[in-house]
C-alpha cells in the first residue's frame, strides 16, 4: 500500500513542479507589461518620487494626450493598413506557392524549392541597400506602396503552406479530379477549407511581422502621414521625455491589438502549427 501511495504521488508533485515554473515564468513576462499599463495610468508627477506598484488615483489623460496629441492614432492607423495590406498579400502569394509545390509537377521543381527555403538564410540587411534605392528610382519614397509592396511574398509562407497541403489525402485530389475540378476549384473548394488552420497561422505570422517593422519603414518615409506606429513610438520617447507617462500610453495603445489578436486567434495558431505533426 505504501508503494501504491508514494507511486501515485509522484506525478501530483511533478505537475506541482511544472505549475509553480510556468507561474513563475509567466509573472517575469507579464511584469513589464503590468508596469507599464500602471504607469500609463499616472501622472507624470507621481512617477517622481520612485517606482509605482498601484495607480492610487488613476487617469485616462495620458491616452487622449498620446492619441491626439502625439499622433499615436493616425501611427496606428498607417500600421493597420500596412499590416493589412502584407499579410493579405503574403498569405495569397503563400497559398499559390505551397499549392503549386505541393501538387504540381513542373520542371526543376525540386531546385526551385530550394531556393526558396535559401532566401530564408539571406538577413534582410544584405539586400536593404538596393532595396532602398529601388524605392527611390520608382518614386515611392513616402507612399504606402514602398511599404508593402517589398512584403508581397516570403519563402516561410510556401513553405509553411507547402508542408499544410502536404497533409491533404491523394484520395481528394483524384475524386476531384473525377468530379470535372481544375486546380483552381480545387485550391479554392478542398484544399483552402481544409487547411484553414495552417493559413490562419500564417496570416498572423505575417501581420505580427509586419506589425512590428521598424528599420524599413525608419528608411522609407519622413512623413508622419506614412509613418508606422514602432516609428511613431520613438518620436514620442523623443519629444516626450518631461512626460514618460505619455510614452507608457503610447506604448499600450500600440501593444493592445497585438494582444487582443493573439487571445483570439490563439488556437488557430496552435493548430495550424502543430497541423500533420501526428498521423494515425
Known amino acids: 500500500m505504501a508503494v501504491s501511495i508514494s507511486v501515485s504521488q509522484r506525478p501530483v508533485g511533478r505537475s506541482i513542479a511544472r505549475y509553480f515554473v510556468l507561474i513563475v515564468m509567466a509573472g517575469l513576462i507579464l511584469f513589464p507589461i503590468y508596469i507599464t499599463i500602471v504607469n500609463s495610468l499616472m501622472e507624470p508627477t507621481a512617477l517622481a518620487n520612485g517606482p509605482v506598484w498601484w495607480p492610487s488615483h488613476p487617469t485616462l489623460s495620458n491616452y487622449a494626450t498620446a492619441w491626439t496629441n502625439a499622433h499615436v492614432g493616425r501611427y496606428l492607423w498607417n500600421t493597420v493598413i500596412v499590416a493589412v495590406g502584407i499579410t493579405a498579400l503574403q498569405v495569397s502569394t503563400a497559398i499559390l506557392g505551397g499549392y503549386a509545390f505541393a501538387f504540381l509537377n513542373f520542371p526543376l ?14 538577413p534582410g540587411e544584405v539586400t536593404i ?4 534605392q529601388t524605392v527611390h528610382d520608382l518614386g515611392w519614397y513616402n507612399s504606402y506602396a514602398a511599404l508593402i509592396v517589398p512584403f508581397i511574398a516570403t519563402g516561410f509562407g510556401a513553405f509553411l503552406l507547402r508542408q499544410s497541403f502536404l497533409a491533404v489525402p491523394a484520395d481528394l485530389q483524384d475524386a476531384a479530379a473525377l468530379d470535372g475540378y481544375g486546380h483552381w476549384r480545387f485550391l479554392r473548394r478542398v484544399v483552402v477549407p481544409i487547411c484553414r488552420p495552417g493559413i490562419a497561422a500564417m496570416a498572423l505570422f505575417a501581420f505580427l511581422g509586419a506589425w512590428n517593422q521598424y528599420l524599413w519603414p525608419l528608411l522609407v518615409t519622413s512623413d508622419d502621414r506614412y509613418r508606422t506606429v514602432q516609428i511613431g513610438l520613438k518620436q514620442l520617447r523623443t519629444e516626450n521625455l518631461s512626460s514618460v507617462t505619455v510614452v507608457f500610453a503610447g ?13 483570439a486567434f490563439s488556437k488557430q495558431l496552435v493548430r495550424g502549427l502543430t497541423a500533420g505533426a501526428v498521423k494515425g
Open 129 to 132: 541597400i538596393q532595396n532602398v
Open 251 to 263: 506604448t499600450v495603445l500600440a501593444f493592445l491589438p497585438i494582444a487582443l489578436l493573439l487571445l
Open 109 to 122: 521543381k525540386r531546385l526551385m524549392f530550394v531556393m526558396y527555403l535559401a532566401t530564408l538564410m539571406i
